[in-house]
């Protein structure tokens, strides 16, 4: 039976949370492996730390991080970081599913990592058109930027533990873009990606506006197009220096 870390980054969640986690855990019953959940919480000031570390004393599957400042990609390192099982699943506190999970596990044989894919046949994408345009422009710069061929970076993913602790110490993005380099630099070790069609329905209104992070979003694509040409470049110099 496989072993599955889930890592759930949570900011100023308290009043969201305890059902989330109670449908989350009714999932997992559903679903044959071995899970432990690594709650992973953020800089939060309404006692989301609090309430989820007194959740962790009755639940012994449940796992409780907790982080200083708030910080999305900060959160995510610490809870990769801090797992030790065959697989490692990246879920939020929002945006979860039993059906993702078996239908990963059914790939894990041909796939080290397994995307959630909001634009793959077969997705039942229910955001605003606005949302949905703004996953393309997304992706499209993916594809221009870096040659990316997957049709997705944000959302659930099933990563095997091993890659992911290799990868996460040389991602150097937070917040928002912590996921979105560990695929790209997933993609180009070599790793066999797979994705599979998401459903994908808003429970909620967005904590932040898209319009908002579309400024630090581009300022954090180009950073990480910077990082990983001076580390071809590193690699290239090596490669020759060695040859001579």
């Known amino acids: 039976m496989p072993s599955v870390s889930i890592v759930i980054p949570v900011h100023n969640e308290a009043d969201f949370m305890p059902e989330a986690m109670r449908r989350l855990f009714a999932e997992l019953a559903t679903v044959d492996a071995v899970f432990e959940v690594i709650v992973a919480e953020n800089g939060s000031t309404d006692g989301t730390g609090e309430l989820a570390a ?6 012994p599957m449940l796992r409780v991080l907790r982080l200083p400042e708030p910080n999305y990609g900060a959160a995510m390192r610490a809870g990769f970081m801090a797992t030790t099982s065959e697989w490692v699943v990246n879920f939020d506190i929002d945006y979860f599913s039993a059906d993702f999970l078996r239908a990963a596990l059914a790939l894990s044989d041909d796939a080290d990592v397994v ?8 997705a039942e994408d229910r955001r605003t ?5 703004g996953t393309f ?32 110490p040389r991602v150097i993005s ?19 990606i ?15 506006s898209f319009l908002s992070r579309v400024p630090r979003t581009l300022v954090g694509m180009w950073r ?12 290239n110099r090596d490669m020759r220096q060695s040859d001579s």
Do not use: Q
Not at 54 to 59: G, I, K, L, Y
Not at 129 to 133: A, D, G, N, V, Y
Not at 178 to 191: N, S, Y
């Open 115 to 122: 995307l959630a894919s909001k634009r793959a046949k077969g």
């Open 224 to 235: 990480i197009r910077r990082a990983l040409k001076r580390e071809s470049r590193a690699k």
């Open 54 to 59: 007194r959740m962790a004393a009755e639940e």
């Open 174 to 192: 937070d917040l928002d873009l912590f996921d979105t380099e560990l695929v790209i630099r997933a993609e180009r070790a070599g790793a066999r």
């Open 129 to 133: 058109m606005f949302r949905r345009l």
């Open 137 to 168: 422009g997304f992706n499209l710069l993916l594809k221009l930027l870096f040659g990316s061929k997957v049709s997705d970076t944000h959302g659930m993913k099933m990563i095997r533990g091993s890659l992911a602790r290799e990868l996460t």
């Open 194 to 208: 797979r994705e599979v069609p998401a459903r994908v329905e808003e429970l909620r209104e967005a904590r932040s």
